[in-house]
């Protein structure tokens, strides 16, 4: 007995060992037994990323876990996803795991986890989930009748689930569209029988569209049923069951019968209850307050019946009414009650043609604050060219609405809407602004009209809108509001009000509007949170609150041709503003904007666009006479990419043509700029005091004043590229120094600057008067010694450099080529004389140390010497050369390191 025993453990123990080694030994056999199975039942590609096998969670099943599992269509759907789904777990027999490849598996249960499946039907008819193999002998069935022997899987389900999950369906034929997200359903049953009940509990965020409209948009439906299941017939009958749509409960009862060519339906439904309530309920969580306290008279009712068949041709007929008798609501903290609510809706289609649905909404009316509101309407051909029918006329006080109807805390708002009107249009004519087909007729009025809320920092006032509707385009006869230092004035007319109300289309049209004071400040706001940013500049940490984007609307589609006599922008007043602006695609056209501003005139072409997370400008400006200084204080602009002009004193024209990125409160973000410009001068003054640069470039060039700049009528050409501004050569001069500039300067401060002085002769003094008295008058008029100046550093901490060796040499080498000349002429006689009063020691230049260290006399005229040099020939020797260069270079560092005094001419005679 022992014996037997100890065998029968050996046994036991090594099946234990067999199932534990099983799921590894024979994964991946099973994975591609799978994916064969699949394959070849479906005609799609079928693939997952692994296969997980246990032989003990589900004991005495098998688990059978896919992971990232996805259905890829075929033609004519090639490449779209069917269905994935992250996970899928499978309880089935242990021994079907071993089944050939043309065996069926058996599946008892079903769990499939965060997937999505996509059905589709395109515009020739044609489904996406319309995959299933079919062998020749099935293809030819209407003959042979020969049933297929399933070699994939069997369902023969126990239980399933589908767990957070979406699903949509899109029939392009037919143009509905319906969505499931948040999907959770299970459902339990036995469905080996041929006759049970599956209980079932589902819940579903639903939107349906037909033909662009949404009649059921992301609502919350839960339904809780049990289904009399009858698979022989193929027949779903509900027995007990509660359903909801958001918070509003139903009953449901009726059938559906799976036939072989269509689908019969036969339910009905109801609310259990006609409490008035029931209508809250029906609107979604987020777009009503707490119902806590609210108090209710009258009824709301909604019931309805679906039957027929469900062809490719035909749907069911149905009559789905909501209506309410002398209902009133009333929320607890509020004041006011509305009253005497009757309306009747219903849905309708009594041929099973989808085309002759309709929906009819006969009256409709409510009380509030003794006036009485009523509209009623009929919408026909739902499912083709739509034709809307509505009228709506009444009297509404806003502020006794916002004491009937709770709306956010900061928001507030009074004034007195006036309405009659009707419409009559197709959606045809809406979507082909053929405004001709589109009958509109009646006023609408808005007067008194306040609104204190987050869209504007102050109260935004409207004393009178006039909208008149007796024509096909509409007209906005007059508009006058006004918010903090802000009036508008618009009149003008709308093109598509329609398209604009029930085709999600811009709105488009063409308005004037006019201002006395527009102030940008007033349409500005700054984000509600506490939140700020610490931002370095220049070294130093600025705290910050964060700007709300200023976006401009992506819903117009409009011309406004404007003016006003004052806009004031960033303490900035512009005067006389006028031009055209057109807005459209979220971007901003402005052309021929005028204005007056800085004692001069701007003229203006160009875009702003806040289209994408970056907004972005172009912009061409013509600038007139504007005030250097005024012009310096207002434009940060000017203050980066001219930082010398605050030392001018005059009047500047510019022709400027920049791009670049906007700052969240649309201001140019300036190291992102680009483009060209055209400056012009118009000045005689300059203070250096008002500048770094020139004040250590007056106190460096010793022999000139800066205060003597020429700049009237200088213009140049500006290029802004990479963060920099780059200067092409300009001239200038300095009494009769000629100046020529060119350089670049950074936005964040730093430059690279080059002055190329042009200094003439006279200007080196008594110091340079024997140097210079060999040579004749005529000769040292057409001496000048180029000087390069260096500048460099940063605007606000500059640095000059000279490079006075440069200098030296052009010096030198130009009087020797003189003296050449002259000894070509005159002999070498003379030239060695002229030669040995330098050897010899009767230098003019001996005291150039002392005039160095500032100790100088007064100026003398360098001409008034002895005779003129005598002539020699080319024996000039190196010591010579040597020496010249020598006292030049004396000469030029003399000049540059004098105090600064009113230089004399030296080539005018005592």
Same mark, same amino acid.
């Given at each position: 007995?022992? $014996?037997?025993?100890?065998?029968?453990?050996?046994?036991?123990?090594?099946?234990?060992?067999?199932?534990?080694?099983?799921?590894?030994?024979?994964?991946?056999?099973?994975?591609?037994?799978?994916?064969?199975?699949?394959?070849?039942?479906?005609?799609?590609?079928?693939?997952?990323?692994?296969?997980?096998?246990?032989?003990?969670?589900?004991?005495?099943?098998?688990?059978?876990?896919?992971?990232?599992?996805?259905?890829?269509?075929?033609?004519?759907?090639?490449?779209?996803?069917?269905?994935?789904?992250?996970?899928?777990?499978?309880?089935?027999?242990?021994?079907?795991?071993?089944?050939?490849?043309?065996?069926?598996?058996?599946?008892?249960?079903?769990?499939?986890?965060?997937?999505?499946?996509?059905?589709?039907?395109?515009?020739?008819?044609?489904?996406?989930?319309?995959?299933?193999?079919?062998?020749?002998?099935?293809?030819?069935?209407?003959?042979?009748?020969?049933? !297929?022997?399933?070699?994939?899987?069997?369902?023969?389900?126990?239980?399933?689930?589908?767990?957070?999950?979406?699903?949509?369906?899109?029939?392009?034929?037919?143009?509905?569209?319906?969505?499931?997200?948040?999907?959770?359903?299970?459902?339990?049953?036995?469905?080996?029988?041929?006759?049970?009940?599956?209980?079932?509990?589902?819940?579903?965020?639903?939107?349906?569209?037909?033909?662009?409209?949404?009649?059921?948009?992301? %609502?919350?439906?839960?339904?809780?049923?049990?289904?009399?299941?009858?698979?022989?017939?193929?027949?779903?009958?509900?027995? *007990?069951?509660?359903?909801?749509?958001?918070?509003?409960?139903?009953?449901?009862?009726?059938?559906?019968?799976?036939?072989?060519?269509?689908?019969?339906?036969?339910?009905?439904?109801?609310?259990?209850?006609?409490?008035?309530?029931?209508?809250?309920?029906?609107?979604?969580?987020?777009?009503?307050?707490?119902?806590?306290?609210?108090?209710?008279?009258?009824?709301?009712?909604?019931?309805?019946?679906?039957? &027929?068949?469900?062809?490719?041709?035909?749907?069911?007929?149905?009559?789905?009414?909501?209506? =309410? !008798?002398?209902?009133?609501?009333?929320?607890?903290?509020?004041?006011?009650?509305?009253?005497?609510?009757?309306?009747?809706?219903?849905?309708?289609?009594?041929?099973?043609?989808?085309?002759?649905?309709?929906?009819?909404?006969?009256?409709?009316?409510?009380?509030?604050?003794?006036?009485?509101?009523?509209?009623?309407?009929?919408?026909?051909?739902?499912?083709?060219?739509?034709?809307?029918?509505?009228?709506?006329?009444?009297?509404?006080?806003?502020?006794?609405?916002? !004491?009937?109807?709770?709306?956010?805390?900061?928001?507030?708002?009074?004034?007195?809407?006036?309405?009659?009107?009707?419409?009559?249009?197709?959606?045809?004519?809406?979507? +082909?602004?053929?405004?001709?087909?589109?009958?509109?007729?009646?006023?609408?009025?808005?007067?008194?009209?306040?609104? !204190?809320?987050?869209?504007?920092? %102050?109260?935004?006032?409207?004393?009178?809108?006039?909208?008149?509707?007796?024509?096909?385009?509409?007209?906005?006869?007059?508009?006058?509001?006004?918010?903090?230092?802000?009036?508008?004035?618009?009149?003008?007319?709308?093109?598509?009000?329609?398209?604009?109300?029930?085709? #999600?289309?811009?709105?488009?049209?063409?308005?004037?509007?006019?201002?006395?004071?527009?102030? @940008?400040?007033?349409?500005?706001?700054?984000?509600?949170?506490?939140?700020?940013?610490?931002?370095?500049?220049?070294?130093?940490?600025?705290?910050?609150?964060?700007?709300?984007?200023?976006?401009?609307?992506?819903?117009?589609?409009?011309?406004?041709?404007?003016?006003?006599?004052?806009?004031?922008?960033?303490?900035?007043?512009?005067?006389?503003?006028? &031009?055209?602006?057109?807005?459209?695609?979220?971007?901003?056209?402005?052309?021929?904007?005028?204005?007056?501003?800085?004692?001069?005139?701007?003229?203006?072409?160009? @875009?702003?666009?806040?289209?994408?997370?970056?907004?972005?400008?172009?912009?061409?400006?013509?600038?007139?006479?504007?005030?250097?200084? %005024?012009?310096?204080?207002?434009?940060?602009?000017?203050?980066?990419?001219?930082?010398?002009?605050?030392?001018?004193?005059?009047?500047?024209?510019?022709?400027?043509?920049?791009?670049?990125?906007?700052?969240?409160?649309?201001?140019?973000?300036?190291?992102?700029?680009?483009?060209?410009?055209?400056?012009?001068?118009?000045?005689?003054?300059?203070?250096?005091?008002?500048? $770094?640069?020139?004040?250590?470039?007056?106190?460096?060039?010793?022999?000139?004043?800066?205060?003597?700049?020429?700049?009237? #009528?200088?213009?140049?050409?500006?290029?802004?590229?990479?963060?920099?501004?780059?200067?092409?050569?300009?001239?200038?001069?300095?009494? #009769?120094?000629?100046?020529?500039?060119?350089?670049?300067?950074?936005?964040?401060?730093?430059?690279?600057?080059?002055?190329?002085?042009?200094?003439?002769?006279?200007?080196?003094?008594?110091?340079?008067?024997?140097?210079?008295?060999?040579?004749?008058?005529? *000769?040292?008029?057409?001496?000048?010694?180029?000087?390069?100046?260096?500048?460099? &550093?940063?605007?606000?901490?500059?640095?000059?450099?000279?490079?006075?060796?440069?200098?030296?040499?052009?010096?030198?080498?130009?009087?020797?080529?003189?003296?050449?000349?002259?000894?070509?002429?005159? &002999?070498?006689?003379?030239? +060695?004389?002229?030669?040995?009063?330098?050897?010899?020691?009767?230098?003019?230049?001996?005291?150039?140390?002392?005039?160095?260290?500032?100790?100088?006399? %007064?100026?003398?005229? =360098?001409?008034?010497?002895?005779?003129?040099?005598?002539?020699?020939?080319?024996?000039?020797?190196?010591?010579?050369?040597?020496?010249?260069?020598?006292?030049?270079?004396?000469?030029?560092?003399?000049?540059?390191?004098?105090?600064?005094?009113?230089?004399?001419?030296?080539?005018?005679?005592?």
């Amino acid at each position: 007995m022992k $014996k037997i025993l100890k065998i029968v453990g050996v046994f036991v123990l090594a099946v234990v060992v067999l199932l534990i080694a099983a799921p590894f030994l024979l994964k991946d056999q099973i994975a591609q037994v799978i994916k064969d199975k699949l394959n070849n039942s479906l005609n799609a590609q079928v693939d997952f990323a692994e296969v997980d096998l246990s032989l003990f969670s589900a004991f005495p099943d098998a688990s059978l876990n896919l992971k990232k599992l996805q259905v890829i269509n075929k033609e004519p759907f090639v490449g779209d996803t069917l269905f994935y789904s992250d996970a899928i777990k499978l309880s089935l027999p242990v021994m079907d795991l071993f089944n050939e490849v043309g065996e069926p598996i058996e599946v008892h249960e079903l769990t499939i986890d965060d997937a999505i499946a996509r059905l589709k039907v395109n515009a020739t008819g044609a489904a996406n989930w319309d995959i299933a193999v079919r062998d020749s002998a099935f293809a030819k069935a209407e003959t042979t009748q020969t049933p !297929q022997e399933n070699t994939g899987f069997v369902f023969d389900l126990n239980h399933y689930e589908i767990n957070n999950s979406s699903f949509s369906y899109i029939d392009e034929e037919s143009k509905n569209v319906l969505l499931l997200n948040e999907l959770n359903h299970e459902g339990t049953g036995d469905f080996s029988l041929n006759e049970s009940t599956l209980q079932t509990i589902t819940n579903a965020k639903v939107t349906y569209e037909l033909d662009g409209i949404k009649y059921i948009n992301d %609502q919350d439906v839960s339904l809780v049923a049990d289904v009399l299941m009858n698979l022989d017939d193929q027949r779903y009958t509900f027995k *007990e069951n509660e359903a909801k749509v958001n918070d509003l409960p139903l009953e449901l009862d009726g059938f559906v019968d799976l036939e072989e060519n269509s689908t019969l339906v036969d339910l009905t439904f109801k609310t259990p209850s006609s409490d008035f309530k029931n209508f809250f309920a029906l609107i979604p969580q987020e777009y009503r307050s707490n119902l806590e306290g609210i108090t209710t008279t009258g009824d709301f009712i909604v019931n309805g019946t679906i039957n &027929g068949e469900v062809t490719d041709e035909l749907i069911p007929k149905m009559d789905i009414k909501v209506s =309410s !008798q002398n209902a009133s609501f009333k929320y607890p903290d509020l004041p006011q009650t509305v009253r005497n609510i009757n309306f009747n809706a219903a849905l309708l289609n009594t041929t099973g043609k989808v085309e002759d649905t309709y929906l009819s909404v006969p009256s409709a009316t409510f009380n509030l604050a003794g006036e009485t509101v009523s509209a009623k309407a009929l919408v026909t051909r739902l499912t083709e060219n739509m034709k809307v029918d509505l009228e709506a006329r009444g009297i509404i006080d806003l502020l006794k609405l916002k !004491q009937a109807i709770p709306f956010p805390d900061n928001t507030s708002f009074n004034g007195i809407l006036d309405l009659d009107i009707a419409t009559v249009f197709d959606m045809e004519s809406v979507e +082909n602004e053929r405004y001709a087909n589109i009958q509109t007729k009646g006023l609408a009025k808005l007067r008194d009209f306040t609104y !204190q809320g987050d869209a504007f920092n %102050q109260s935004f006032d409207v004393s009178t809108a006039v909208i008149n509707m007796n024509n096909s385009r509409v007209k906005l006869e007059s508009f006058n509001a006004r918010t903090g230092n802000t009036d508008l004035n618009a009149s003008g007319t709308i093109n598509n009000l329609i398209g604009f109300l029930f085709e #999600d289309q811009k709105l488009k049209g063409n308005f004037k509007v006019s201002s006395d004071q527009f102030d @940008t400040s007033d349409f500005m706001s700054t984000t509600t949170g506490s939140k700020e940013e610490t931002i370095t500049t220049e070294n130093k940490s600025v705290a910050t609150t964060n700007n709300e984007a200023i976006k401009i609307p992506d819903f117009l589609d409009a011309q406004l041709d404007f003016n006003a006599n004052r806009v004031i922008y960033d303490n900035i007043t512009l005067n006389d503003v006028s &031009g055209i602006a057109m807005v459209r695609d979220e971007t901003l056209f402005l052309n021929d904007l005028k204005t007056k501003v800085f004692n001069g005139t701007i003229g203006l072409d160009g @875009t702003v666009s806040t289209k994408g997370t970056t907004p972005k400008f172009k912009m061409a400006l013509n600038m007139n006479e504007l005030d250097i200084a %005024q012009s310096f204080q207002g434009f940060e602009m000017f203050q980066k990419l001219v930082p010398l002009i605050n030392a001018f004193k005059g009047k500047l024209n510019t022709d400027l043509e920049i791009q670049g990125d906007l700052s969240n409160d649309l201001t140019p973000v300036l190291t992102t700029i680009a483009g060209d410009a055209f400056a012009q001068l118009l000045t005689d003054d300059v203070d250096t005091s008002q500048n $770094k640069l020139l004040n250590l470039l007056d106190n460096k060039l010793g022999f000139i004043d800066v205060n003597d700049l020429n700049l009237r #009528d200088i213009t140049t050409k500006l290029k802004l590229n990479n963060g920099a501004v780059e200067i092409a050569p300009f001239d200038f001069n300095i009494k #009769d120094i000629k100046v020529v500039a060119s350089g670049k300067h950074s936005l964040s401060n730093s430059m690279d600057y080059t002055l190329n002085l042009e200094v003439p002769a006279k200007y080196f003094g008594k110091e340079g008067a024997s140097l210079l008295s060999k040579l004749e008058s005529k *000769e040292i008029d057409k001496i000048t010694v180029p000087v390069p100046v260096k500048l460099g &550093g940063s605007i606000s901490s500059p640095s000059v450099d000279l490079n006075l060796d440069l200098a030296v040499k052009n010096l030198t080498n130009q009087i020797i080529e003189i003296q050449k000349q002259k000894l070509k002429d005159k &002999g070498e006689e003379a030239a +060695n004389n002229a030669i040995n009063d330098i050897l010899q020691g009767n230098n003019p230049l001996d005291n150039i140390k002392d005039v160095i260290k500032g100790d100088k006399g %007064q100026v003398k005229d =360098s001409t008034q010497t002895t005779s003129p040099v005598s002539t020699t020939t080319d024996s000039l020797k190196q010591n010579t050369k040597d020496k010249v260069k020598e006292t030049a270079g004396n000469l030029i560092k003399d000049l540059f390191g004098r105090n600064k005094k009113k230089p004399v001419d030296t080539t005018k005679a005592k």
